[in-house]
């Protein structure tokens, strides 16, 4: 069972960046849509990002337009979310995800991993 794992949470001030990496064990995950969500307590589970193979087509919510850039390195298996002029609103955990190319890029209930997600934290 391939494993996605993520990294670079943290806290920072509001206007700062961070970027989260997230690593896929798996070498089928490579050629997979990748995905970038977030969940706030006492909120749903929200869609932030998400990127085509070959990295030529991407998503954004409307909340995260702008500020956040998806990304992916396929040789090393990894897809990245550089996340600038961050607020406290996104303040959440984040998680990344993964799903086969068999069903739309857009359909996220079709998600099949998911990483266990890394805490932002934005202080005003």
């Known amino acids: 069972q391939g494993q996605l794992v993520e990294s670079g949470g943290g806290l920072v001030q509001a206007g700062g960046s961070l970027r989260l990496t997230c690593a896929a064990s798996?070498?089928?995950?490579?050629?997979?849509?990748k995905y970038w969500f977030r969940q706030a307590v006492g909120k749903e589970r929200e869609f932030i990002a998400a990127?085509?193979?070959?990295?030529?087509?991407?998503h954004y919510a409307d909340s995260v337009k702008g500020r956040f850039t998806i990304s992916r390195d396929n040789a090393k298996n990894t897809v990245y979310l550089q996340m600038d002029n961050l607020k406290p609103d996104d303040t959440a955990y984040y998680y990344c995800?993964?799903?086969?190319?068999?069903?739309?890029?857009?359909?996220?209930?079709?998600?099949?991993?998911w990483g266990q997600g890394t805490q932002v934290t934005v202080s005003s």
């Open positions: 798996e070498y089928a995950f490579k050629s997979y849509y």
């Open positions: 990127i085509n193979w070959s990295s030529d087509t991407t």
């Open positions: 995800a993964a799903k086969s190319t068999t069903t739309a890029m857009l359909d996220t209930t079709r998600i099949q991993y």
